[in-house]
């Protein structure tokens, strides 16, 4: 199983980035995936997820209106359009996936939630 994102770096704030988190080694449709993300000392977050079944979507309500995320089924890839980037964006974001079989809004947001698989992470930092 693999997971593996790109994408990151260094941008002004008010510019945009695109991450892509490529995946192998299991079922990708029938996986909820998407984006965490962690700045050293603090919490790690859930940023976005996309629904395996449905498509249905969550954001963090810091990223709504600013990011989108959309896979591509046929790829094995999910992305994340990040647009009017801020300082507080700055973090390592990593891409994550899980087969439970409802919607991930239900819980990409808790606070430590256990996932099935994790990508190595990309540093996204945003200067002002």
């Known amino acids: 199983v693999q997971l593996v994102e790109s994408g990151g770096g260094l941008v002004q704030a008010g510019g945009s980035l695109r991450l892509s988190c490529a995946a192998s080694?299991?079922?990708?449709?029938?996986?909820?995936i998407g984006w965490f993300r962690q700045v050293p000392g603090k919490e790690r977050e859930g940023v976005s997820c996309i629904s395996s079944s449905d498509g249905s979507s969550y954001y963090t309500d810091s990223v709504k209106g600013r990011f989108t995320i959309s896979r591509d089924n046929a790829e094995n890839t999910v992305y994340l359009q990040m647009n009017s980037l801020k300082p507080e964006d700055t973090a390592v974001y990593y891409c994550?996936?899980?087969?439970?079989?409802?919607?991930?809004?239900?819980?990409?947001?808790?606070?430590?939630?256990?996932?099935?698989?994790w990508g190595q992470g990309t540093q996204v930092t945003v200067s002002s």
């Open positions: 080694g299991f079922t990708f449709d029938d996986t909820n």
């Open positions: 994550a996936a899980d087969s439970r079989p409802f919607s991930c809004s239900d819980y990409w947001g808790w606070v430590q939630v256990q996932l099935d698989y």
